[in-house]
C-alpha cells in the first residue's frame, strides 16, 4: 500500500482489520467517486417504458384483429368453394318461396327437388345476391365455416323443438275437458 489511508494503513498493523475488508472498502468508495452505480429511473424513463409497453399492447391487439380477419376471410373463401364444388343444378317450372332477410324468395325447382328440400336432404345457401340447392353434406361443412349463408334448412329441428317444448309447457296448465263440443 504505497498511497493509502494513513488511518487504514494504522487499523492493518494493528489486526483491527483483514486486508480483503480494507480493499472492499477501497472498492466501494472508488465506485462511488465515479458514479459506476445504477441510477434511478426519472419520471421520462418511466413514461417512455410506459409509452414502450402501451405500443406493444395496441401492437398485439391489432395483429389479433387482423389474424381474425384473415382467418375469417379464408373460412368465407373454403365456404364459396365447397358451394361452387357441390351445387346441384336447379331446373324445373315449379316455385319454391322460403324467407331470407326477412323477404319472400323464389327459387325454381323440379318436383324431385322439391320434396329433398321438404325433406331435408337438400339446403338453401346465400351467395351474395343468388341462392343455390346443396347437399346435407356438403352443407354442413358450409355451415362450419360461416353459418350465415346457410338460409333454409329443413333438417334442422333443434330451433323448432325448444319453441314447440316451451309452448307445451305453457299450454299444459289449461286442460281441455274431454267432452267438448265445438
Known amino acids: 500500500m504505497a498511497k493509502g489511508n494513513p488511518l487504514q494503513e494504522q487499523l492493518l498493523k494493528a489486526g483491527l482489520v483483514k486486508k480483503?475488508?480494507?480493499?472492499?472498502?477501497?472498492?466501494?468508495?472508488n465506485k462511488a467517486r465515479h458514479g459506476k452505480g445504477p441510477a434511478a429511473p426519472n419520471d421520462i424513463q418511466r413514461d417512455a417504458e410506459r409509452a414502450r409497453t402501451e405500443k406493444a399492447e395496441r401492437d398485439r391487439a391489432l395483429e389479433a384483429e387482423r389474424k381474425a380477419q384473415a382467418r375469417s376471410a379464408e373460412?368465407?373463401?373454403?365456404?364459396?368453394?365447397?358451394?361452387?364444388?357441390?351445387?346441384?343444378?336447379?331446373?324445373g317450372e315449379l316455385e319454391y318461396r322460403f324467407t331470407a332477410d326477412g323477404a319472400?324468395?323464389?327459387?325454381?325447382?323440379?318436383?324431385?327437388?322439391?320434396?329433398?328440400?321438404?325433406a331435408g336432404?337438400?339446403?338453401?345457401?346465400?351467395?351474395?345476391?343468388?341462392?343455390?340447392?346443396l347437399p346435407r353434406v356438403a352443407?354442413?361443412?358450409?355451415?362450419?365455416?360461416?353459418?350465415?349463408?346457410?338460409?333454409?334448412?329443413?333438417?334442422q329441428p333443434a330451433?323448432?323443438?325448444?319453441?314447440?317444448?316451451?309452448?307445451?309447457?305453457?299450454?299444459a296448465?289449461?286442460?281441455?275437458?274431454?267432452?267438448?263440443?265445438?
Open 173 to 182: 296448465q289449461f286442460k281441455v275437458p274431454d267432452d267438448l263440443m265445438w
Open 121 to 133: 336432404a337438400l339446403v338453401i345457401a346465400r351467395i351474395d345476391d343468388r341462392y343455390e340447392l
Open 75 to 91: 373460412l368465407r373463401a373454403q365456404a364459396l368453394q365447397i358451394v361452387a364444388d357441390r351445387k346441384i343444378p336447379r331446373s
Open 20 to 29: 480483503s475488508k480494507l480493499a472492499e472498502v477501497a472498492r466501494e468508495q
Open 159 to 171: 330451433d323448432a323443438a325448444a319453441s314447440t317444448s316451451e309452448d307445451d309447457d305453457y299450454y
Open 139 to 155: 352443407a354442413d361443412k358450409v355451415r362450419e365455416r360461416d353459418p350465415g349463408m346457410i338460409v333454409l334448412d329443413h333438417g
Open 104 to 118: 319472400i324468395r323464389t327459387v325454381l325447382v323440379n318436383d324431385d327437388l322439391k320434396k329433398k328440400l321438404a
